[in-house]
């Protein structure tokens, strides 16, 4: 019975990952852009699959081997009530229209399953990873002021349409890469536990890496027009230029944070990037109302997932318990 609700678990929450991430990676491609969906959505489903075999597992580690430590059979029940704890949640806040981050509902959702079935979580790392994560949007806006800076200084040369649009693709693809290197590493960290009933295989599995981002790709589709409708598509009026220097910004911020082996969320990041970009021509160039919601990410989704985590973690000791 654990086995089955693992799987169907695993599943949903990578789901969940493409709807979340994934719809909003696709929002912003495709903004100012002539691509098709079709087009920018495969990009996406390569650069996830090919993630562990070009970057490796640090960050999936990160979530698996440190967050808290635990035999192999609890390490199963962490991973069952915490990835769904954080599934559900993002799914109800999500409904109600509040901003969410899944990177930090699972790091919530996993520290109160470990807590509810006796595992000591890792408190001085889990800290460490939230004020990276904190740092984050922080570090892409900052980014992204300075490629809007630059980006503005560039003189107008015959062409420059083209170059840009040209620019914008190969910002994307680094975006895809940088989502893979670090955000979408928790994917194969939940789904490894789930399908392997180890922590994390020495080496990257075709078939289970093909099927996370066939998953993962149906979400992002399911969830494109969702997100293209939210609060951090409306921070600016974005012209191409924009576009481009907002991937540039989440994309150098995220793939610094994989380096470290810590996982940010892409969303947050790309939020940052907007913003930076756009205060880059003055801070009226921001819609700061769409701005401040996202804080809801922290002000609720993390202690919200926390408690979703331990309630559920509780639930499934009872139920182990009671089993004849």
Known sequence: ???????????????????NDGGALLALAVRHRGR???????????AVALGPNLFGLAVARAFTDHLGEGPPETARLVFLAGAGAATVLVLLLTRA??????????LGGLAGADVALGVRPSWGLLGVILLVAA?????????????????????????????????QLVAFGTQ???YAAN?????????????TGDALLSHPWQVGDAMIAAVFTAGALAGLHR????????????????????ELASSATVLSSAGLGMPVSMTQSVAG????????????????????????????????????????????????????
């Open 1 to 19: 019975m654990v086995t089955v609700a693992l799987y169907v678990t695993a599943v949903a929450f990578v789901f969940i990952c493409g709807a």
């Open 36 to 46: 098709s969906i079709a087009f920018v959505s495969a990009l996406l489903a390569v």
């Open 97 to 106: 229209g509040v901003p969410t981050s899944l990177t930090l509902a699972t």
């Open 135 to 167: 740092a984050a949007p922080l570090v892409g806006a900052a980014a992204g002021w300075l490629i809007g800076r630059a980006a503005r200084r560039i003189p107008a040369v015959r062409g420059m349409p083209r170059l840009v649009h040209g620019l």
């Open 176 to 178: 895809c890469l940088a």
């Open 183 to 195: 955000d979408g590493q928790k994917m194969f960290a939940v789904v490894a536990v789930a399908f």
């Open 227 to 246: 997100i293209a409708h939210g609060a951090t598509s409306r921070l600016i009026v974005t012209r191409p230029w924009q576009v481009l220097s907002a």
């Open 273 to 324: 990037g907007l913003v930076g970009t756009g205060a880059s021509e003055g801070g009226r160039r921001v819609r700061w109302q769409y701005a401040l919601p996202l804080l809801a990410s922290w002000l609720v989704t993390l202690p919200g997932s926390f408690v979703a985590g331990t309630l559920a973690g509780l639930f499934l000791e009872g139920v182990i318990t009671w089993s004849p």
